[in-house]
């Protein structure tokens, strides 16, 4: 039977399974095989068979190959499984880390500022004593600046307030080439032995001002650190504005500015809040300090 079906697949007998009602009339029964013809079938058969057998094991090959490919990935995704595992379980553990640091750094941060504002308190502390004369002529000093401003100073700014001699630790010139005698003089920078002197001098210079000394303009000005000095320069817009409006007002140490403002002594410690205020013409913020 399954030889007959495969050769009526293949036209090589006709069907059986036709019925005779629905046979053509020229459609006649074949006669009966002879030797030859079944030797013949015989062998289309089994070439059919051998063909069948060669594409199944070329399936078989393919197949196998297919469920190598898969084993394959199956083992490379069990490893990729892993290292992902590990990668998670890796940042995870960076995540926590970072969180942990990044308290640390702002704690760190917070510190640091502290300790730069100590620092800076601390040599602003150290410079509290010293003096700066701009405009002094080079050279006037001489060899001794200490014994020149000590006996200088007195007789030039009028001192009566002193009851003891001035005493002046030590004086030298910034640190800056000689200038030609074209050029601007280099700053007198000296300290003072006692506060108090430093006062006196600086509230007689304001008195006397403007100070000339040989036909050249004198200025004195308290000896700071460089970024209190930026944040004392940055009230000079304020200071204009101030001055044209006739205004009242001071810059107090460190980088305080104080305005007399419509019956109201106030005090900013941001240039910008006090021009605001100044512009606005309102009562003043609740940051800000109103003195009673």
Not at 248 to 263: E, N, Q, S, T, V
Request: proline share 8%; aromatic share 8%.
């Amino acid at each position: 039977n399954k030889q007959t079906n495969l050769l009526q697949y293949y036209g090589e007998t006709p069907p059986d399974d036709v019925p005779p009602s629905t046979r053509s009339p020229e459609h006649k029964v074949p006669p009966s095989t002879s030797p030859s013809q079944a030797l013949k079938a015989t062998n289309t058969m089994e070439l059919i068979l051998q063909d069948i057998q060669h594409s199944n094991s070329q399936i078989e090959g393919k197949i196998s190959e297919i469920n190598s490919s898969i084993s394959s990935l199956d083992r490379k995704v069990e490893v990729f499984t892993k290292r992902l595992d590990t990668t998670e379980r890796r940042i995870s553990d960076a995540e926590d880390m970072i969180q942990n640091l990044e308290a640390n750094i702002s704690h760190l941060q917070e510190e640091i500022v502290k300790i730069q504002g100590k620092t800076e308190d601390l040599e602003n502390r150290s410079q509290r004593c010293n003096l700066r004369i701009v405009g002094l002529p080079e050279g006037v000093e001489g060899k001794d600046p200490v014994a020149f401003l000590e006996d200088w100073l007195p007789s030039f700014l009028n001192l009566p307030e002193m009851t003891g001699k001035l005493e002046i630790e030590r004086a030298h010139c910034t640190f800056m080439p000689r200038p030609e005698d074209s050029e601007r003089p280099r700053i007198l920078l000296f300290k003072l032995l006692r506060f108090h002197d430093k006062e006196i001098i600086l509230r007689q210079a304001r008195k006397a001002n403007p100070l000339r000394y040989k036909n050249k303009q004198i200025y004195f000005f308290p000896d700071m650190g460089a970024n209190l000095y930026q944040k004392r320069k940055s009230f000079s817009e304020v200071k204009r504005m101030c001055k044209d409006l006739e205004i009242p007002f001071a810059l107090l140490y460190p980088a305080r500015f104080r305005i007399d403002f419509k019956g109201q002594c106030l005090f900013f410690t941001s240039p910008s809040d006090a021009e605001n205020h100044i512009k606005k013409d309102n009562l003043p913020p609740r940051e800000q300090q109103t003195r009673p």
